[in-house]
């Protein structure tokens, strides 16, 4: 499902970093994974530098809009002893609100 999800935002003419490879869920691999922070940030960064990109940027195509982007850790409580969490460092969310707000959408983090 991943692989067509991909194939249908870059048909609609978005720029999608592709999934990483390895194990997904039960005994299943392929593409399809979340890839690392570091890459998808790398990416952003990358976009930004690219003339093409900036210029699509440039035209301030989220003025307007209001962004909320929620980054960091999580802890979701499963029930009143166990929880779900991560220690995410919320770099990916602080690369997503600079676009957002480069692109001229109001961020809220």
């Known amino acids: 499902a991943t692989v067509d999800n991909v194939a249908t935002l ?11 490879t390895g194990r997904l869920t039960g005994r299943d691999s392929g593409p399809g994974r979340l890839p690392d ?7 952003v960064d990358l976009l930004i530098t690219v003339p093409e990109c900036a210029a699509a940027m440039a035209q301030q195509d ?20 166990r929880y779900l969490g991560n220690s995410s460092s919320g770099r990916m969310g602080r690369a997503i609100a600079q676009v957002a707000a480069a692109r001229g959408a109001d961020v809220h983090v």
């Open 10 to 20: 870059r048909r609609h003419g978005l720029v999608v970093k592709a999934p990483a």
């Open 37 to 43: 922070p570091d890459e998808i940030a790398e990416f």
């Open 62 to 81: 989220l003025a307007g809009k209001r962004v909320v982007i929620s980054l960091g850790g999580t802890r979701e409580a499963i029930d009143p002893v």
